[in-house]
């Protein structure tokens, strides 16, 4: 009990989102009398929180480094309209389309961060900037109108499904299958893991609660897996999701440029002068979020099937709330790529779960600021009880 204790008080953060989260589940489960995890209402909410979940991969990054990006919801509406115009308008190719989209995110991204690694204009100041610019443009490259439909190709990415290439009858086998090697993966992964610590001779949690920890991830695993396959299997966004997540999230905790990033946000004076380049940080950090709203914003014009001059409306403020609810500190240096998804998956399921049970817009929108103001504070009353 004391070493469980002390495991939740050192990871008093990871373990309170991860807590919301199940209770956040479990009580929407019992007033939705079930429906929430229904394979369909899980396939929902995945694609439903696809582009959230991208932004706010990117987003945590920004935080991290003690910056903020307000404009990524107008820089996915302008891609969508720009791939619109590409795909729809111009009948190019959707591979050359989704290319272009992507490099055009990348460049907005590499203007922003130029004013505000280079030029030292506040962060806030710019992406506000980048918002209501982009947003314009949005409305000058649509006309004020409506641009549908894609081409199926790229409605694919955000609405397809893998075929099953064993062509189960009531499941989908490809999924079991695919759930079965990931629960492996991870019992590996972890063991090994584990030897690592032990042969540094680094602190090892008991043989008791390693086991219990990965035999409860190994269930959630199998548990979505056969939701999944009870459906129509793994939708091709959730490949890109998991792609993403696994990405970054060895990148951030495993290289160079990871550390780096939580160096400039943890202390930017003493990165520099540990030789960590903060500026050429910061710059490849805006271009990343550029390129990932870019992303986000060809997956939800590919789930809507059209591009439109409302879209991604609050896009921004889902992402950060994402990042923060996830445990990110707006101070920076702080936060976690998976952190960032629970925290996505905690407004998702709030979304979705308050939509079943009917309640209106615009409770759910201040419910949504209820939890991100509860989440701030947890922070910083968390801050001042370990300093």
């Known amino acids: 009990m004391n070493e469980i204790k002390n495991l939740i008080t050192q990871n008093i953060r990871k373990f309170g989102m991860i807590i919301a989260l199940v209770?956040?589940?479990?009580?929407?489960?019992?007033?939705?009398?079930?429906?929430?995890?229904?394979?369909?209402?899980?396939?929902n909410i995945i694609m439903q929180n696809s582009y959230i979940i991208i932004l706010a991969i990117g987003m945590v990054l920004v935080i991290i480094t003690g910056e903020i990006d307000l404009s990524v919801g107008s820089v996915a509406a302008f891609i969508g309209a720009i791939s619109a115009t590409f795909m729809v308008s111009m009948n190019m190719p959707v591979v050359l389309a989704v290319l272009l989209s992507l490099m055009i995110g990348a460049l907005i991204g590499a203007w922003q961060g130029f004013w505000v690694a280079f030029i030292k204009v506040p962060a806030f100041i710019v992406t506000l900037a980048g918002m209501l610019l982009f947003r314009g443009l949005t409305m000058v490259v649509l006309g004020g109108r409506t641009l549908a439909p894609f081409p199926t190709q790229f409605r694919t990415i955000s609405s397809s499904f893998m075929n099953d290439w064993f062509s189960g009858d009531s499941l989908h086998l490809l999924t079991i299958i695919i759930g079965v090697i990931a629960c492996i993966l991870y019992v590996v992964m972890q063991v090994k893991f584990r030897k690592n610590m032990k042969k540094y001779?680094?602190?090892?949690?008991?043989p008791t609660l390693f086991v219990t920890k990965v035999v409860s991830v190994v269930i959630i695993i199998g548990f979505f897996a056969y939701r999944l396959a009870a459906y129509a299997g793994i939708p091709y966004i959730l490949l890109i999701l998991l792609t993403l997540v696994a990405s970054y999230t060895f990148y951030m905790n495993r290289t160079i440029g990871g550390r780096h990033i939580y160096a400039v946000g943890g202390n930017e004076r003493a990165a520099l002068l540990s030789g960590v380049k903060a500026k050429k940080v910061k710059f490849w950090v805006y271009v990343n979020m550029g390129v990932l709203a870019a992303l986000a914003g060809l997956v939800f014009a590919g789930r809507l099937n059209a591009a439109t001059p409302q879209a991604g409306n609050l896009f921004e403020l889902d992402a950060i709330a994402a990042a923060v609810i996830g445990g990110a500190s707006l101070t920076g240096g702080i936060g976690t790529v998976v952190g960032a998804v629970i925290g996505s998956l905690i407004m998702g399921v709030l979304n979705n779960g308050?939509?079943?049970?009917?309640?209106?817009?615009?409770?759910?929108?201040?419910?949504k600021g209820l939890v991100l103001l509860g989440a701030v504070a947890f922070d910083i009353l968390n801050k001042k009880k370990s300093s």
């Open 23 to 43: 209770g956040i589940v479990i009580i929407f489960q019992v007033l939705t009398g079930g429906i929430l995890l229904t394979p369909l209402n899980i396939t």
């Open 201 to 206: 001779n680094q602190v090892v949690s008991s």
């Open 354 to 367: 308050m939509s079943l049970l009917g309640v209106g817009i615009d409770w759910q929108q201040a419910i």
